[in-house]
């Protein structure tokens, strides 16, 4: 299942816990939607919407950097503002995800041309820039940008955690599809976001 119930949800021990050079990567959230099958992972985005801004502002508070990564929308001159602001038009249909993520002043944020937050972009400079030696996965969707994203990451040898509710396809075969390919193949560590303890981390990175 994409998502749980709060009541299992706080049932369950952490799996995983915040550490020194650790950085959360949010993937295509700041997305209209537009496209085939969009209007099918709509209800999903919704939901890690809801879960994801949550756990946002605790990773903020506890020192953890925020990176947004995002097609560009075949966009080539636009800037991440822009690109929110197609996003959140009142004819998008991923308005109000895009709305709920709006990064704060504090995000870091990259576009990137493909599927994969890798494949011609900054993030790799950025990452060593920032000392960070493991990646935190979030976004849309789980069965492509996330995918792809992490088997990336897995070649640059960062080790994974993947909030399973903090991402969304168009359907569960897909989503836990994906998430069985990234914990086999990527060795990620799959996790609700409740599941991931962010207890502030010994040193606040800048």
Known sequence: MQHETKQ???GKKHKAAARAGDALLIID???DLEFPGGENVLPWAMKLAD???RFASRARRSGIPIIYVNDNFGHWRSSFEEVYAHCSR???RGKE???KLKPVKSDYFILKP???AFFATSLVPLLEDLKIKRLILAGIATILCVLF???DAHMHQYPLIVLSDCCAAES???HNIALGQLKRFCGATICLNTEFDLAKVSKRQK
């Open 29 to 31: 959230t700041i997305n």
């Open 149 to 151: 994203t992490a088997h």
């Open 90 to 92: 009142p004819s998008a």
């Open 97 to 99: 995800v895009a709305k």
């Open 172 to 174: 569960d075969f897909d």
């Open 51 to 53: 879960h994801l801004s």
């Open 8 to 10: 299992a949800a706080r």
């Open 114 to 116: 493909r599927h994969s």
